[in-house]
């Protein structure tokens, strides 16, 4: 107080001899005032611009950090976009190839469009060789809506698109092509670009390490195309677009291409910040250019005003001292507001952020701060709450993960204000505020992203129409059980069920009744066998059955009855039909563990197989010691093989010679001979693999791999070239009740332009006789092509020749178990000359297999036969264009 008293007393002279000078010594002060104030302006003038420099500084730190945010939203866009491609890939893997209706399911269930706005399309192109190269055309495609003219469109006629296929197929990961012309847009006059980001699709089977393997094995690629500047611009922040100009240019290579701008700008302008985003093989440049707009402070929140008032003051504070007080507080005032608004932006900047923000006090794990999405989705009485409250945690590790947060983001379980649960990526760090340790967690909401993640595992994994496991699982979990099974109880068994004249339901009644079938008996066999038992669909009206917990081998019989038994006389009505439905059950069990799963798949199948040979509707377990399940089994094995082999180019063509008897020239004849190249190179015959092609339905896919490389290959059967008069080629009694393979045949004549005259097809006599109405049918058509026909092995079925006169062949190649013996068998002698005078009264050219020596010759010679053929007379020798 004393202090106070002093300073009123020393002023207060001061200011009355002051007002008592003249107005000349005055003068002076005024003076001096005015200097202040001119000084107190140029001081507040430089601050201001200090001010705007930081102004700036601050708006560009806050696009930058806009920036950054938006960088990692766009890259989680287009990762989204990668994941929702392979999930598609995923698909194509599990079910093999897709129709129309499936691929529309697919994408509907999947609902792309909800995620990404920008998307135009889902397409698949099916791999399509043909002589001048793999085309490419698109058979899938969704929605078709705006989509209609991709159909049927060949991706070698767009080289942006074909390059990211090519990409892809090479290296098995996502390509996205270089920008180019939608052709959504063509057709209404626009020029917009798009992009389309590609996958392979290989089909089943081992892993491909080799872009030679990935080219050979490449069945079609999956597609999805955007408008680019449409999938950027819903990929990036609305504050980052309304703050800043962005520009995002594909850089990958020169030229580089302008993808997206989202406002005009200044050119030469130096960008905020610019990030490289590489994905899918080419590299985009997304530049920030601040906005120009606000490149000072606004005049109230600038030190402008303060600074003239300062200096003003100042100037005054030659007037009047006992004033300077007032206004210093007042000055010290407005600088605290100064301070507090500029506290109070960095706060609504962290109050806008989309993430849940919330401060924890280090000492005690109370909530001290939460951000406007933290109170929005946790509740807005969050504030002075314990931070483990909000996680699905107990405290201990709540302490646990403050004592040593992690490094990098988890997913917790959290609670909202409604008391739900949803899933978030949480990350937590440690900071210090006012002095204080706090924590810190930033969570981003994912639960969609693990719904969808859910179920497509689920999808993966089983079966769309019974809900079922599928087939890829039910192999996972039967190799777990022969991994842990053991040679004493529990034992464990797998059965193999076929639905017995399921065919006869979807050919009477339709898919739609043979769905159902298949569903009401899946849910039937799942009752029968309770949960303890493993069901699977293994693919159309075949199911799988792993039996565990079995206390003896018996216990697998009795389980797999139980579970015919109660199928037996299933009646399944639709509209007005009924039917009676039953299943064949093959067995086999696990008695050893480590059993190889494709021997417990091959032996339960050999026994389904002769489980419905001996009549249907009756369990069978495969025994090691069952001839005819070896033989079956073998059989099997030959068929996977033969797959195996269309698919990896493994056939082998080799010509023999036909000679002429006569003594003119006939050119040179050959008749085509199929091998089989095993893994280790050696050619097997046609008799070790034949059989098991007949009986799994594999000849008509052979007969057409030999028909269409012998016809593109004419001219390089044989060293004689174009020279080459005629070549013969086998058909099988399958491939005749194929209707369009006739029509095929023609067209390939047309394609290769192939003279019909050089080409001759055999048909055995058995299949002649056995299917004489369709031979007729097929070989007319040929015939009227100028295709020649001829009728094999004859005399091993003949009981008559009556059917001759109708079947109308240009050559008859008698069987060489005659041939062999006329010299010694006068049978077989008198036979063979029947056979010659009887097909030359009827016009035919007459060809004796299996000529063994020249005597055999001579006397076919003297017999009328025109041509023989035969390993003395020409050993088979590999074609031209297939040799090694």
């Known amino acids: 107080m004393p202090p106070k008293s002093t300073d009123r007393r020393l002023l207060a002279p001061q200011v009355v001899e002051q007002d ?91 609902d792309p469009r909800r995620e990404f706005p920008s998307l135009l399309a889902v397409a698949y192109v099916a791999r399509v060789p043909r002589p001048d190269g793999d085309h490419f055309p698109t058979t899938l495609v969704a929605p078709l809506d705006g989509n209609r003219n991709l159909l049927g469109l060949d991706v070698v006629d767009q080289p942006a698109n074909m390059q990211a296929l090519l990409d892809s197929r090479d290296t098995d990961r996502l390509a996205v ?44 690629s999956i597609a999805i195309s955007f408008r680019i500047a449409d999938l950027i611009r819903t990929g990036l922040p609305a504050p980052l677009l309304n703050a800043a100009r962005i520009s995002v240019t594909d850089i990958t290579r020169l030229p580089h291409v302008s993808l997206f701008e989202s406002r005009a700008g200044a050119p030469g302008a130096a960008p905020a910040i610019v990030h490289r985003l590489p994905f899918g093989g080419r590299t985009w440049e997304l530049a920030v250019f601040p906005t120009e707009a606000d490149s000072s402070p606004p005049w109230p929140q600038s030190v402008a005003p303060a600074g003239i008032i300062a200096s003003v003051l100042l100037g005054l504070l030659v007037w009047s001292l006992t004033d300077t007080r007032r206004r210093a507080v007042e000055l010290g005032r407005r600088l605290g507001e100064r301070y507090q608004e500029s506290e109070e932006r960095f706060r609504t900047l962290n109050e806008l952020l989309p993430a849940l923000v919330v401060l924890a006090d280090a000492a005690d794990g109370r909530i001290v701060y939460a951000n406007q999405a933290a109170r929005g989705r ?58 204080r340790p706090q924590w810190a967690m930033v969570a981003s909401d994912v639960t969609e992203q693990r719904a969808l993640t859910e179920l497509l595992g689920y999808q993966a994994t089983h ?27 529990p034992y464990a068994a797998v059965l193999f069920i076929d639905l017995d004249q399921f065919k006869l339901v979807n050919d009477t009644s339709g ?112 025994s090691e010691r069952d001839e005819q399940s070896a033989l079956r089994r073998g059989e099997m094995e030959w068929a996977n093989r033969l797959r195996w082999a269309v698919q990896e180019q493994r056939f082998v063509l080799t010509y023999q010679e036909v000679r002429a008897l006569g003594a003119e020239p006939s050119g040179i004849h050959v008749e085509l001979l199929l091998r089989f190249r095993d893994e280790h190179g050696e050619l097997v015959s046609p008799g070790a693999f034949i059989p098991a092609a007949e009986r799994y339905g594999l000849m008509p896919l052979i007969d057409r791999w030999v028909i269409e490389t012998a016809l593109a290959n004419v001219n390089r059967l044989h060293p004689a070239g174009a020279a ?103 049978i077989s002698h008198a036979m063979v000359r029947a056979v010659s005078d009887i097909a030359h009264r009827l016009g035919l050219v007459v060809v004796a297999e299996w000529v063994t020596d020249e005597a055999v010759m001579a006397s076919l010679r003297d017999l009328g036969v025109d041509m023989a053929q035969g390993f003395s007379l020409h050993q088979p020798e590999r074609v031209m264009f297939q040799r090694d």
């Open 20 to 110: 008592a000078l003249p107005l000349a010594s005055r003068v002076p002060g005024v003076l001096w005032g005015l200097i202040a104030v001119g000084c107190g302006l140029l001081l507040t003038l430089w601050l201001y611009r200090i001010q705007a420099r930081q102004w700036q500084a601050a708006q560009r730190d806050a696009v930058v950090a806009e920036a950054e945010k938006g960088t990692v939203q766009l890259r989680a866009k287009l990762r989204s976009a990668e994941l929702l491609l392979r999930s598609l890939q995923t698909m194509f893997l599990v079910s093999g190839k897709m129709d129309a209706d499936q691929f529309a399911r697919v994408y509907a269930n999947l």
């Open 177 to 220: 092509s270089e920008p180019f012309p939608l052709i959504q847009d063509l057709g209404a006059g626009g020029h917009r670009q798009g992009i389309t980001m590609r996958l392979p699709d290989f089909g089943p089977g081992a892993l491909l390490d080799s872009p030679a393997a990935r080219r050979q094995r490449l069945r079609g």
């Open 378 to 435: 946790l509740g807005e009485s969050l504030a002075g709450s314990s931070l483990a409250s909000v996680l699905e945690v107990d405290e201990v590790e709540v302490e646990r993960r403050l004592a040593s947060p992690e490094t990098g983001a988890v997913e917790l379980a959290l609670h909202d204000a409604a008391g739900g649960r949803f899933w978030a990526s949480v990350s937590m760090s440690w900071l210090m505020l006012d002095g």
């Open 463 to 489: 079966d769309e129409l019974t809900g079922l496991i599928n087939r890829r699982e039910f192999e996972r979990r039967l190799q777990r059980v022969t991994r842990d099974v053991r040679e004493s109880p």
């Open 511 to 622: 898919h739609v009744a043979g769905d159902q079938l298949l569903l009401q008996l899946a849910t039937v066999m799942r009752a029968r066998l309770g949960e303890e038992h493993v069901l699977a669909r293994l693919g159309g009206d075949e199911f799988g059955v792993i039996l565990a917990g079995l206390d003896t081998p018996a216990h697998a019989a009795e389980l797999a009855e139980h579970l015919r038994r109660g199928l037996d006389g299933f009646v399944f009505v639709w509209e007005t039909k009924s039917y009676m439905a039953s299943i064949s059950v093959g067995a086999v069990m696990i008695d050893r563990p480590g059993a190889p799963l494709a021997e417990l798949l091959a032996a339960a199948d050999t026994a389904c197989y002769m489980a419905k040979e001996q009549g249907r509707n009756r369990v069978h377990f495969y």
């Open 724 to 826: 080459l008069r005629m070549v013969a080629i086998n058909l099988s009694g399958a491939s005749i009740d194929d209707e369009t393979l006739a029509e095929r045949i023609v067209e390939l004549l047309r394609l290769h332009d192939v003279a019909p005259g050089r080409v001759c097809f055999e048909i055995t006599e058995t299949v002649a006789v056995r299917k004489l109405a369709d031979v007729i049918r097929f070989v007319t058509r040929l015939r009227d092509a100028g295709c020649r026909v001829a009728l094999d092995d004859f005399g091993v079925g003949m009981s008559s020749f009556s059917y001759l006169k109708h079947l109308p062949v240009d050559i008859l190649k008698i069987d060489g178990s005659f041939i062999r013996d006329m010299l010694s068998d006068p």
